[in-house]
């Protein structure tokens, strides 16, 4: 894909000088073609005053059928025709030039959609099988708080459908949402509810519910340095206190 735009783009920056050739070139032939009819107007008008006087002078005759303008103001008609249809095969060739860049942008975009949604797909295999393990919240193994990151993009739960995982993976707020949820799920946070969204995990060893929702704990981003959880931040200060 990467070489797809860098082609694209290399082929796009060529556009606007092959555009303005193209236009200048018709406006040129614009030029051409009103100087070219101004000069046949000039000169069927004076055949016209020419036949007039012809007629009433009783060199010409009066039958209107018989009267011709010059093989020359016919040759500059047809000139103007031909400069005329120039011009039409210019706009055709600038519109379907333009056109065909629509259609590889269009191809473009096509396949960078299928490539982003392989990649959400992956995502949320990824952040499943991340979920943390364990029947109960202190059924969790101290291995996988080792390895634990400040936060996580988790899912509802393993067993829910792909569509219902991307809806719970777009929450950020920590609200709960009205999903069908596996009575086997382990449940956290003082929500109570099962894991979703991005979650953040207490760094007091004995914590006995370990990972919370942003949105229940009052956080927007990833904190940095140890963070606690409400009750264990209240225990660390009663500790001090003592």
Known sequence: MSFFIDEFQADLEALPNILQ???????DLDKSLQEIVRQNEQRCEQE????????????????????????????????????????????IQ?????????????????????????????T?????????DGTTKS??????????NKTRLATAAASSAATEVAATAANPTGMELDLPVDPNEPTYCLCNQVSYGEMVACDNPACKIEWFHFGCVGLKEQ????????DC???RNRRKGK
């Not at 050739?21 to 406006?27: E, G, P, S, V």
């Not at 010409?60 to 040759?75: C, G």
């Not at 949320?124 to 943390?132: D, E, G």
């Open 21 to 27: 050739k193209k236009y200048a070139l018709m406006r």
């Open 48 to 91: 016209i005053e020419d036949s007039k006087r012809g007629v009433r002078a009783g060199n010409i005759t009066p039958d209107t059928s018989l009267i011709r303008f010059s093989d020359e103001a016919l040759d500059e008609q047809k000139h103007s025709i031909r400069i005329a249809d120039e011009k039409v095969a210019l706009a």
């Open 94 to 122: 600038a519109y379907d030039l333009v056109d065909s860049y629509i259609q590889q942008l269009d191809q473009y975009l096509k396949k960078s959609g299928e490539e982003l949604r392989r990649e959400r797909e992956n």
């Open 124 to 132: 949320v295999a990824n952040a499943t099988s991340q979920i943390p």
């Open 139 to 148: 059924g969790r193994s101290e291995s996988g708080r080792e390895r634990k």
């Open 223 to 230: 904190p940095k340095g140890k963070w606690y959880c409400p």
């Open 233 to 235: 931040a209240a225990l």
